[in-house]
Structure formats: structure tokens, C-alpha cells
């Protein structure tokens, strides 16, 4: 009875959040992407999921991450509802070249936040005599194989900028689409912004949770730490299972049984959503379609 009546508690109130944070750069632009991700739902048709992503950079320091998370850096305060596209989509918070020479990639994977680290690996681009016009851009194109998939992009060299969306960059130019070889997954530039915002960096998270005896508390959440390839392997075995899409949870304990409680908060769209320690339980799971394969 008391954990219904905590769970209840929770459906009335939005979820805030805090966290432990390091501003490790300033950057002068941010470019917007929209990414989508051609997969099928639990009853296999076809379906083409969709989020935003924002991408900063500064002194060779790039961030790409959701944009839900941008706008409320921007804003203030925290829904971790409105980061549900990002747990269904499986879309992480990647600094690269942060630490110097290495990839960090922050993500959230039910019941918890990792945190994974890579070797910063140069893409080979090759060049190509194709153009287009992208979101306002003259673009060229190139092409390269990145982590078992081969991406077709086109850049820009308007913006000296030799970043991308997600780990994908090196180029003389903004990276204004990209797409892989399969056409699964695409990135297209959406809006470039100059403007000066921090870059931040959280060592942990802090959530505000019922406490079982009617009120709340703060809970510190750490990151589990885990190599990148590792990480993938863990992905790849979790959600390429045939069970994934009819049950996201079935790998991990009851969120009642292992923590006492569900947060139910709602996304701008009104949506309810459920999460546990700010991670949000996908209930509506798409095919899993990894970004990289090795």
C-alpha cells in the first residue's frame, strides 16, 4: 500500500533534477540536426523515429547531445520526460576530445546512467565532386567507414567548423547531412545558431525522490562506468533481443521490486511517462538499430 501511494505521489508532481556540473568550454555556435532512424515497431511495420540533437564546440572540444537537455540547460530545471525520444531512440551525450584524445559518451540504458570512454579514432574521408544546397548551405560531399558502417555526408565549408552530429566529423566544414550506406540512419542540419553557451559536463546526477514516508529526498545517481565496446556488446545482446520490443524490461529487475517506487511524470505532448532514478522506461520500443557495430 505504501509503495501505491508513493507512486501515486509521484504522478502529481514533476520530477526535478540536479547535478554535479563542470563547464568546460564556452562555444560561440550551436548547430541543430534532426536525426532519424528508419526501424519497425514490436509488430513489425515500419516506422521512422525522429529527434533533434545540438552540437557544440570549442578549443577542439565537441559536444553532441539531445536537444531536449539543451533546451533546458537554456531554460532551467529538468522533465525527464521530455527525454523520452532519447531513451527510446537510444541517442547519448557524446563529448569528443574531452578528455584530450578520447571519446565520453553519457547514456541512459534502463535501470541506469552510463558512462562509457573510447579512443578518439580519425575518420578517412574520401572526397567526392558531388554537390548540393543544404539548409541554406553549399555543400560537398565525402564519404568513410566509421565503427562497421560506411556514411555518405555533405559539408560545408561556409562554417570552418570541422565538427559534426554524434562522433561523425573531421572535415574542412560543418557536417550539413549524413547519412549510412543502408539509408537506416540520417542526420540533417536544421538551424545553426551563433551564440555564446557553456559546454557542461556532469560528473553525476542528483534526483529528487519519494522518500517512502510521504516526502522527498535527494538521491545521488552515479554513472556506471564501462569501456565503449563493452558498453555496445551489453546494448547489442539487451536490445537485439527478439524480447525487447514486446517487453523493454525483461532483462532487469521489477522497477516496483528493486527500488521501492516509479516516477510518473508528463512530456510537453502530455504523455505520461515512467522512470526510475531519471531513467526513463521505454514503453513503447522501436527494433533495436545500432549506429555502430563495432
Same mark, same amino acid.
Given at each position: 500500500?505504501?509503495?501505491?501511494?508513493?507512486?501515486?505521489?509521484?504522478?502529481?508532481?514533476?520530477?526535478?533534477?540536479?547535478?554535479?556540473?563542470?563547464?568546460?568550454?564556452?562555444?560561440?555556435?550551436?548547430?541543430?540536426?534532426?536525426?532519424?532512424?528508419?526501424?519497425?515497431?514490436?509488430?513489425?511495420?515500419?516506422?521512422?523515429?525522429?529527434?533533434?540533437?545540438?552540437?557544440?564546440?570549442?578549443?577542439?572540444?565537441?559536444?553532441?547531445?539531445?536537444?531536449?537537455?539543451?533546451?533546458?540547460?537554456?531554460?532551467?530545471?529538468?522533465?525527464?520526460?521530455?527525454?523520452?525520444?532519447?531513451?527510446?531512440?537510444?541517442?547519448?551525450? =557524446?563529448?569528443?576530445?574531452? &578528455? +584530450? %584524445? /578520447?571519446?565520453?559518451?553519457?547514456?541512459?540504458?534502463?535501470? !541506469?546512467?552510463? $558512462?562509457?570512454?573510447?579512443?578518439?579514432?580519425?575518420?578517412?574521408?574520401?572526397?567526392?565532386?558531388?554537390?548540393?544546397?543544404?539548409?541554406?548551405?553549399?555543400?560537398?560531399?565525402?564519404?568513410?567507414?566509421?565503427?562497421?558502417?560506411?556514411?555518405?555526408?555533405?559539408?560545408?565549408?561556409?562554417?570552418?567548423?570541422?565538427?559534426?552530429?554524434?562522433?561523425?566529423?573531421?572535415?574542412?566544414?560543418?557536417?550539413?547531412?549524413?547519412?549510412?550506406?543502408?539509408?537506416?540512419?540520417?542526420?540533417?542540419?536544421?538551424?545553426?545558431?551563433?551564440?555564446?553557451?557553456?559546454?557542461?559536463?556532469?560528473?553525476? =546526477?542528483?534526483?529528487?525522490? &519519494? +522518500? %517512502? /514516508?510521504?516526502?522527498?529526498?535527494?538521491?545521488?545517481?552515479? !554513472?556506471?562506468? $564501462?569501456?565503449?565496446?563493452?558498453?555496445?556488446?551489453?546494448?547489442?545482446?539487451?536490445?537485439?533481443?527478439?524480447?525487447?520490443?514486446?517487453?523493454?524490461?525483461?532483462?532487469?529487475?521489477?522497477?516496483?521490486?528493486?527500488?521501492?517506487?516509479?516516477?510518473?511524470?508528463?512530456?510537453?505532448?502530455?504523455?505520461?511517462?515512467?522512470?526510475?532514478?531519471?531513467?526513463?522506461?521505454?514503453?513503447?520500443?522501436?527494433?533495436?538499430?545500432?549506429?555502430?557495430?563495432?
Amino acid at each position: 500500500m505504501k509503495k501505491i501511494l508513493v507512486t501515486l505521489m509521484a504522478i502529481a508532481l514533476t520530477i526535478t533534477a540536479q547535478a554535479e556540473r563542470d563547464t568546460i568550454s564556452v562555444s560561440k555556435f550551436t548547430a541543430i540536426y534532426r536525426y532519424e532512424c528508419k526501424t519497425t515497431d514490436a509488430d513489425g511495420q515500419p516506422v521512422t523515429d525522429s529527434m533533434y540533437i545540438a552540437v557544440q564546440t570549442s578549443g577542439g572540444i565537441t559536444k553532441s547531445f539531445p536537444y531536449a537537455e539543451y533546451d533546458r540547460q537554456k531554460k532551467g530545471g529538468s522533465r525527464i520526460a521530455d527525454g523520452y525520444l532519447t531513451a527510446q531512440m537510444h541517442m547519448g551525450t =557524446i563529448f569528443t576530445n574531452y &578528455p +584530450d %584524445g /578520447r571519446i565520453t559518451t553519457q547514456e541512459m540504458l534502463y535501470p !541506469y546512467h552510463y $558512462m562509457t570512454d573510447e579512443p578518439l579514432e580519425k575518420q578517412n574521408w574520401t572526397l567526392t565532386n558531388v554537390q548540393d544546397t543544404i539548409c541554406g548551405y553549399a555543400s560537398l560531399s565525402a564519404t568513410a567507414k566509421y565503427h562497421g558502417l560506411t556514411w555518405n555526408v555533405y559539408y560545408t565549408e561556409e562554417v570552418p567548423a570541422s565538427i559534426g552530429p554524434w562522433k561523425l566529423g573531421g572535415l574542412p566544414g560543418l557536417i550539413t547531412m549524413a547519412t549510412d550506406a543502408k539509408g537506416i540512419h540520417t542526420f540533417t542540419l536544421y538551424g545553426f545558431h551563433q551564440e555564446d553557451t557553456p559546454i557542461i559536463f556532469a560528473q553525476y =546526477i542528483t534526483w529528487i525522490v &519519494p +522518500d %517512502g /514516508r510521504g516526502k522527498f529526498a535527494a538521491q545521488r545517481v552515479d !554513472y556506471q562506468e $564501462m569501456k565503449a565496446s563493452k558498453f555496445l556488446a551489453y546494448k547489442k545482446k539487451v536490445l537485439g533481443n527478439s524480447r525487447y520490443v514486446k517487453n523493454p524490461t525483461y532483462y532487469a529487475p521489477d522497477p516496483m521490486k528493486a527500488f521501492g517506487y516509479v516516477e510518473n511524470s508528463f512530456n510537453s505532448a502530455g504523455d505520461n511517462v515512467r522512470s526510475v532514478a531519471g531513467v526513463v522506461i521505454v514503453s513503447n520500443p522501436h527494433q533495436y538499430q545500432p549506429l555502430e557495430l563495432k
